[in-house]
Every structure is written in C-alpha cells, then in structure tokens.
C-alpha cells in the first residue's frame, strides 16, 4: 500500500533502482521511493551483510546484495550512497561493467567536485548519464536503522549536471528526488562546493572542533556540568558521522579553508574588541547577526510556503458581509518610517524611533543601513535605536543591498549613495524590478551622478562612488514625494544649492524630518531648497499610525452597515489627508477627533460612521495626496450610488502594478461596471458579486478587495496576497477584530 505521506506516481514505468551504501541516506532514499512504485523493483547493496538483511527485514528495499556486479546488471538507475571517498572505488567497478548505454549513475556525496573527478579518472571521460547529486538533508543518527521515509520532504536537492550530462538523465534523477518529496534544483560544481563549504561544512567543523577543544580541558567535567542550551544547541551536529565528515573536509580542501580563514580574520578582530570593550563593534556585530539570522528564518518559511502555497500564491478567502466597529490603531507610517531610519543612520547621535512600522518595506530600509555598517537595535514593539554615523560615515556594502518590494527604499536610497565614496548595486523583487527609475537616475546624472540601470531605466540600479555632486534645479516633471526626497538627500552631498519645483504638493515627510534633525530646508511654494554644508543631529521620533493603512478601514466602516470605527492616532498631515478629502465628498460621514502635533506631524482619532455614498468627479488635486489610497477609494466608488470619474492619476499605473489596470479587472469579475482611462478609471456603483481576483503581489490591492466583501455577494478568493506584509503585517488580525471576515484560505495550504 502506498504511503499517504509519500507524493504517489501513478505509472510504473522503470525497472530496477540500485542504492549502493545502505546508510542513512541510501537507505531513506530506498524508503522514500519504494511505495511509489516509481521503480519496479528497489535494490540495496552494501558491503555489510547486517546491513543487508535488516534492510530487507524492514521492507526498506525489496532485495538487498554484497555483490555489487550481479545487483547492477539490468539496473535503470544506480545512486552512489556512501562516503565521499569511497565513491571512487565503486565507480571504477562499475566502468569496468557492461553497463545499458540507458543506466544512469547519480550519487549523494557532499561534495561534487571531487566526485566529477573521480568519475573522469574511472571512465576516462564524463558519461553522458552521469548526474552528480547533493541531497541536503542528513541527521546526527546513522545507519540502516535510522531510514527515515521522509528524511528528504521539504529539503533541497541540488543536482550538478556537467556540459554533456543527457537531458533524459537528468530528467529521471530529478524524477527521482522529486517522489520524495525534496525541491530540486541544479547549480555548477563549483558554486555547489563554495556554498556548501560556508553553508555546512564550515559549521560542522565548528562544531567539531568546540567539542574537542572544551572536552579535552582538564576541568571537562566541570564545563559539561553546567554545559545548558547554548552548548546543546550549537554542537548538535558534532555528533555526525566522523568517517563521512572526515571525507567531506579532505574532498572539500580549498572552499573550506578559505571560508576558514575568513572566518578566523573575523573572530580575530571580534576578539580584540571584547579585549578592549568596543561595544559599538560588538552590538554591530550582534545586532546584524541576529537581523540576518531572522531574515535567513524568513527564506526559509518562505520555502515551506512555495512547497505548500502553490508558487507562493497566498489567497486571501473574504467571506461576505459584516460590519465594521470598535477602536484600532493601525501600524506606524511607512513613509515616516523609512525616513527615519535613513536621517537617523546619517546623523550624530543617538536616534530613538517610535511606533516604527516593522512592515518588510520598511525593514528593508532597516538592512540597507545594516549593510552599511550602521548599527540599529530593533525593532522591537515599534522601537527602533540607531547609532548614527554622520553624513560621511557609511562604508561600503558587502554585495548588493536588496530592497524586496520597496520602491521608496529604492527611489531615497539613491539620492544617498549618489553621494558616497563607494559604488553600490541597489536590486528588488520582480514587481521593483518593473519600476521606472529613470525619473530619479536622469536628475541625478545632472547633479553629477554615474548611474547605470537596466534596460528602460529599470532597476538594478549600479551607483558608482566618487563622482562629487553639484547642487542643481530640477522641475519634476510628475507630482512624487520620492523623486523629491531623492533630490533633496542627495542635496546634502551636493555643492551648493538644490532645489526641486513639483507641480502639484506632494507629501513633505522629508521636508519635515530634516527640519526636525536640525538639517535646514527651505519650503516656497512648490519650490523646496537644500545646501549642503550642515549636519543631521539624533533627535526623538514618534511615528504615528499610517492614513494609508487606516484609509482600508475609512473605507470599510463607510460601506458597511451598522458600524462604527475608532482610528486611533492617524497621521494627518495635510499632504496626506487626500483620502478624507474624496470620501468627504462622496458623503461619507467622517470625523477628527482629538487633533495634535507630535515631533513635527499632525495626529488625530478618525471617527467613521456607515454613509451611503455619491460617486463624484475626484478632484485632480486631489490625486497626489490620495496617491496610495485609490485602489480602496475604487471600492468606495463601486459601493456608491452613481458615476465617479478619476483623471490625471497615470502614476497609477507605474506602483508595485498596474493598479488602474488591476482594479479595473477584479472589479469587473465582481460584476461592476468599469472603463479604464490612460489617467484614471471611470467606475459606475452597482450590486457586487465576488469570485477570483488577483492582486499581482500588491499590498493595496489586496487588501482593497478584502474590503470590498463587506458589500459582496459572494465569497471573494484574492490571489497573490503574499506581499500585504510590506507594509500592513497585522492586517488579518485587525480585520477580525473589527469584524470582517478575511483570512488566509486554508485549502491553498498544504
Ligand atoms: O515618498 C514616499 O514615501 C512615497 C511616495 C509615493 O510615491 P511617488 O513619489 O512615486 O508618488 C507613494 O506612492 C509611496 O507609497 C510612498
Ligand atoms: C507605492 C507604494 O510604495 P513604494 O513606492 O514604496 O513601493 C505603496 O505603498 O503603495
């Protein structure tokens, strides 16, 4: 009977696979596949007749040999599973086999190289249906015994064809691994050895070599005593297979050596800084650790999620109905957050950060300055501390920083780096990858600035250091607060003066900020002035709750019946408030409660009351201070009575997608009449049904039709809301709590 756990193949189409080595891999691997009858019949060899018989014994395989040619003969597939160093025995006997021209050869070893190697002495060249292979999947317990059927679900397989490798040989031993379960992949022999001399090998010396060192102390005994969860946890893997470590560091020499010796420089100078109590140095280190290793957690969840979540398409099921009431406070500003972090890292001094969006558009922000040596604690319940560096104290990233899905961390940064010493590469995900930057690279080329972007003026962006910067003016040709900032920061490192005219107001949080780290800035009208020659000093930062995340639930309590919603501590600084504004005029019954000023920026409790809303012609000067609420604002156009019409917003077009285009066609699947324009939408209010949407990984559009089933029909299924956690991580949670019903669908998950 076919194991439930195993992933079945429904036809048996091969004949004999042979495992020699009937260890812990070769015979989990002989688990794992046996009940998916994807081979005939499976076969064990091993030199140890034990291990044979119990191999049988255990219904691990279906015959198990020490005759290592008679088990070959007529073999579809043979895997190499035993140490590294043994492998080249075994493959020299099997070269002197008359082996079907159709067998293929794979192994399991740790290290690739060496076995290519091996292979190219047994044979005298590289067979065709040789696929070297590296399951990367093991436990400190060995032996035939020890099979474990699902040893390899959910792991990496990494497969390392070589120039002439067939492709119908790949194919199977990628058929092979699959059944298991594993996630297989292909890299070239010489990447597979470095990563993995850094990734495992260098861990597992380190874990070795502690071991030894402390039990090998005279006082042993007293350090094992009181030896608790940091030793435990750290030298778990010490407690591997010897023989095959023993190998994999002999077939591994350079890669591990020279990870050793950059190791050994670092700890080197992590030691001089406990002996001489650089606490700086030393909470720069930890602090990055720890933010690395939680980034490092986050790919790997993610990896269970595209094993689970069907190419990581995360669906929003939002059930109809509900109403909308109680008092909330939404997560910090994504723009006031993310120009916190940057003013802060450039500062003197110590900054503190409230109320911090720990959103991952604004840790980002967070690693970029990481990257750059700054060091920031947090953040941790909305706080964050940086420990500036002053304008002219960023080093150098180690590779290129990547701003996930951010383009604000992108557009800013730029202005920035334009200004450093060193060159760096800025990259982002496949929505970033599609944004037009251009409008930030060619003022900053004026400026003086050496930048280069791929084809279109898309990112990746390479910035080239050194090259000095004099102050120019700029007339935006587009209302974006982003190519403003950008200007404006690269202002500081400019010669002279900077300023920039925008054709409509945009948001001023830079403007602002920069006031209040003491950094002169000089507002006229729409003409905004920097120079450069001053300083940045650390100051007190309180976010406060983002309108652009509250707008969801403006939205929300308007359209539902019977509700009433407290926001608590809404940012409602005027160049925001363009969605009070336009629900306003569409008759929403809206009020500000408690109005005041913290650090710079206006606050207030936002009262919303259910209203029957008026579809209206918005105002076009409207559009830039509404500019991130429209895909909701669309909502409450298609919950209105009558026509709204929506011009002059093409910027629409080019956020993390297309979203008049986007909008334009979820609404339509749930049966509202729309027309999209080149610069905006014309939508006609009317009954909603639901059904599927997608939201293109964008944050807003995903939450706009979780909005939207408040007045559906019908259960709404919203595709491809991974990435809402940019900059609204508790939104589910808050959509219960008011009384929506959006929540992740459980049957897309695994
Ligand atoms: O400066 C900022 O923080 C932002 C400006 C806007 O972008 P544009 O400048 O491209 O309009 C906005 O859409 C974005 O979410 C945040
Ligand atoms: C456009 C947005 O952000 P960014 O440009 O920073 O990606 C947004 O949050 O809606």
Not at 298 to 321: C, E, H, K, S, W
Not at 332 to 358: N, P, Q, Y
Not at 629 to 652: D, K, N, S
Request: proline share 4%; charged share 20%; glycine share 8%.
């Amino acid at each position: 009977m076919v194991d439930k756990a195993m992933p079945t193949v429904k036809t048996t189409t091969l004949g004999r696979l042979v495992i020699v080595g009937m260890g812990l891999i070769g015979s989990s691997l002989a688990k794992a596949i046996r009940p998916t009858r994807l081979y005939a019949e499976v076969v064990g060899v091993d030199t140890v007749l034990d291990s044979c018989q119990q191999a049988v014994a255990m219904g691990v395989v279906d015959s198990a040999s020490q005759d290592l040619p008679a088990a070959v003969l007529h073999a579809d597939t043979i895997v190499l599973a035993v140490p590294v160093l043994a492998t080249e025995k075994i493959l020299q006997q099997l070269a002197q086999l008359k082996l079907a021209d159709s067998c293929v050869i794979t192994d399991v070893g740790s290290v690739k190289g060496v076995f290519v190697a091996a292979a190219q002495r047994a044979f005298g060249y590289l067979p065709h249906n040789l696929v070297p292979a590296h399951p990367i999947a093991g436990s400190e317990r060995s032996g035939v015994t020890a099979a474990d059927a699902t040893l390899f679900k959910h792991h990496k397989v990494i497969l390392t064809p070589h120039a002439h490798t067939a492709e119908l040989a790949l194919t199977r031993v990628r058929q092979l691994w699959s059944a298991t379960g594993a996630d297989v992949e292909c890299m070239d022999v010489q990447s597979h050895d470095r990563v993995l001399a850094a990734t495992s090998h260098l861990p597992h010396l380190l874990a070795f070599g502690l071991v030894d060192s402390l039990a090998k102390r005279s006082e042993n005994l007293e350090i094992f005593r009181y030896a608790a969860g940091g030793f435990r946890d750290f030298t778990r893997i010490a407690a591997s297979d010897p023989v095959m470590w023993h190998d994999i560091f002999l077939s591994n020499k350079d890669a591990v050596l020279h990870q050793l010796d950059e190791l050994n420089a670092d700890l080197v100078v992590l030691r001089q800084a406990i002996a001489e109590g650089d606490s700086h140095y030393l909470l720069g280190v930890f602090t990055r650790a720890r933010a690395a290793r939680e980034h490092f957690n986050t790919i790997l969840a993610q990896r269970a999620y595209i094993q689970t979540m069907l190419d990581n398409d995360l669906v929003f099921l939002a059930n109809p109905g509900g109403n909308v009431n109680g008092c909330i406070r939404v997560p910090g500003d994504k723009s006031i957050s993310h120009r916190a972090i940057m003013l802060g890292s450039l500062a003197e001094g110590t900054t503190e950060v409230e109320g911090f969006l720990e959103g991952e558009d604004a840790l980002a922000t967070i690693q970029a300055f990481r990257d750059m040596g700054v060091v920031i604690e947090g953040p941790h319940e909305g706080r964050v501390v940086i420990y500036g560096v002053g304008l002219h104290g960023l080093q150098a990233p180690p590779g290129p920083i990547y701003v996930g899905n951010s383009g604000t961390t992108m557009r800013l940064l730029s202005g920035i780096l334009a200004g450093q010493a060193f060159d760096t590469i800025l990259t982002g995900d496949a929505s970033l990858t599609k944004r037009p930057m251009n409008r930030i690279a060619k003022p900053l080329r004026e400026m003086g600035a050496m930048i280069e972007t791929a084809a279109e003026g898309r990112p990746p962006l390479t910035i080239r250091g050194g090259h000095p910067l004099t102050g120019i003016h700029y007339d935006m040709p587009m209302a974006s607060a982003q190519v403003k900032s950008c200007l404006l920061l690269a202002g500081m490192y400019a010669k002279g003066t900077t300023s920039v005219t925008e054709p409509a107001p945009t948001r001023d949080h830079s403007e602002r900020m920069l006031q209040g780290f003491g950094y002169p800035v000089e507002v006229h009208g729409a003409k905004t002035k920097i120079e450069s020659g001053h300083k940045l000093t650390a100051t007190h930062i309180e976010v406060p709750a983002d309108i652009s995340s509250a707008a969801f639930f403006m939205v929300a309590a308007s359209i539902a019946e019977n509700s009433e919603l407290v926001l608590e501590h809404v940012g409602i600084n005027p160049t925001r408030t363009g969605v009070i504004d336009i629900l306003k005029l569409m008759g929403a019954d809206i009020s500000l409660e408690r109005i005041r000023e913290v650090g710079g920026e206006r606050v207030a409790d936002i009262r919303v009351r259910s209203a029957s809303l008026k579809g209206i012609e918005v105002p076009e000067e409207l559009v830039p201070l509404a500019i991130d609420e429209f895909p909701v604002l669309f909502i409450a156009a298609a919950c209105a009575q009558g026509r709204t019409v929506l011009r002059g917003a093409e910027e629409l077009r080019v956020k993390e997608c297309d979203r008049i285009q986007v909008m334009a066609e979820g609404l339509t699947t749930l049966g509202v009449q729309v027309e999209t324009l080149a610069d905006g939408i014309i939508i006609d209010g009317g009954p909603m049904g639901g059904g599927e949407v997608w939201a293109h990984g964008d944050h807003r559009i995903a939450m706009s039709f979780s909005v939207a089933s408040l007045r559906a029909t019908q259960p709404i299924y919203i595709h491809d809301s991974q990435h809402v956690a940019t900059s609204f991580p508790n939104f589910l949670t808050l959509c219960a709590q008011v009384g929506m019903h959006v929540s992740v669908n459980a049957e897309t998950q695994a």
